[in-house]
């Protein structure tokens, strides 16, 4: 069962979906804040975009 999942994450699907997934929910929670009117709290969105770049980063050299 572990190699299934193993190979599945293997594929550009099963690379990229993570970051698809990663966007979505921090487009929400930017959205979340303009919806609440907490303007100066948006910045708190930057700060999760260095953990999705090392993802990228390293499955980008994984799969070359």
């Known amino acids: 069962m572990q190699q299934d999942h193993v190979s599945k994450r293997e594929t550009p699907l099963g690379r990229l979906f993570p970051v698809g997934y990663y966007l979505f929910h921090l487009a929400l929670w930017i959205v979340t804040g303009i919806q609440t009117g907490a303007w100066n709290l948006l910045w708190l969105?930057?700060?999760?975009l260095p953990a999705l770049g090392i993802y990228v980063l390293r499955v980008t050299r994984k799969s070359a």
């Open 45 to 48: 969105a930057v700060l999760p």
